[in-house]
């Protein structure tokens, strides 16, 4: 769930472009992506949330509790609506699972559903944990400035390790130079573009200014959307350690 944090608006990128030359006082691909993972995580965090998912036919709305810790761990939890209350996925380290109070079981995720959709959402496991496998699974470099609104736009280019378990052949991100993730898009193996993150909303929530509603889309389905939006955000805050464990994931209880 969480987001998360993490994420970003199409905002109007296409004016004031830069062709990028290496520069000795710019930041590297490498430093403005962990600053964008750590901009939406903290050391701790807090969030509540609300996800919609829209088909061209049908809408569905639910509510998020999330916390993390770390880049790697994170638990999300569903709190509405009453049939998926409880429902809660956690993820520590490589590891990630699943409870569902209907069946009243945990359910070990194979690292190959990762990258699946999450509760029927355009959200990966992946990409609702918020993790850090861009610093380590990938090679990173930045392509591209641009000067947007005030603000310097950094293109980055993700690609992945010749044996990293990744599905996609490339990711780009767009990160503001406040570290705001603006848009990431996602690459098959052919590098034909097939879904993209997007800050629909900038805000700020526990003093911290980053993208409070984002869109996750099918490049081929623009009808086909989930969007989160971050309602309430606290950071660096104290979190029990117990709370990362599969007992808390089944019980709501850290101990």
């Known amino acids: ?28 691909a490498r430093d403005l992506v962990a600053a964008a993972i750590d901009l939406t995580r903290g050391v701790s965090s807090y969030t509540e949330m609300s996800m919609v998912i829209h088909r061209p036919d049908w809408q569905r709305t639910s509510s998020l509790r999330a916390w993390t810790r770390g880049r790697e761990d994170a638990l999300i939890r569903f709190t509405a609506p009453a049939k998926d209350a409880g429902s809660a996925t956690l993820k520590t380290g490589n590891k990630m699972w699943t409870f569902t109070p209907k069946l009243n079981r945990v359910i070990r995720l194979p690292f190959s559903m990762m990258s699946q959709g999450w509760a029927g959402s355009d959200f990966s496991y992946q990409d ?21 609104d005030g603000f310097t736009h950094y293109t980055i280019e993700a690609t992945p390790h010749e044996n990293a378990p990744v599905v996609w052949g490339k990711e780009e991100m767009v990160i503001r130079d406040d570290y705001v993730l603006i848009s990431q898009t996602y690459f098959d193996q052919e590098m034909v573009p097939l879904k993209r993150l997007e800050a ?3 805000g700020t929530l526990g003093n911290r200014v980053f993208a409070t509603r984002i869109r996750m889309s099918k490049l081929d389905e623009p ?10 955000a606290d950071f660096d805050i104290s979190v029990d350690d117990a709370l990362f464990t599969v007992f808390a994931l089944k019980t709501g209880r850290a101990g």
């Open 1 to 28: 769930m969480v987001v998360i944090r993490f994420i970003a608006v199409a905002l109007a990128m296409g004016l004031g472009g830069t062709a990028f030359s290496e520069q000795a006082d710019q930041p590297t």
């Open 128 to 148: 609702l944990s918020r993790t850090d496998k861009l610093l380590h699974q990938y090679d990173l470099v930045l392509i591209d400035t641009q000067q947007v």
């Open 200 to 202: 629909v909303d900038i």
């Open 223 to 232: 009808d086909n959307w989930t969007e989160i939006s971050y309602e309430k």
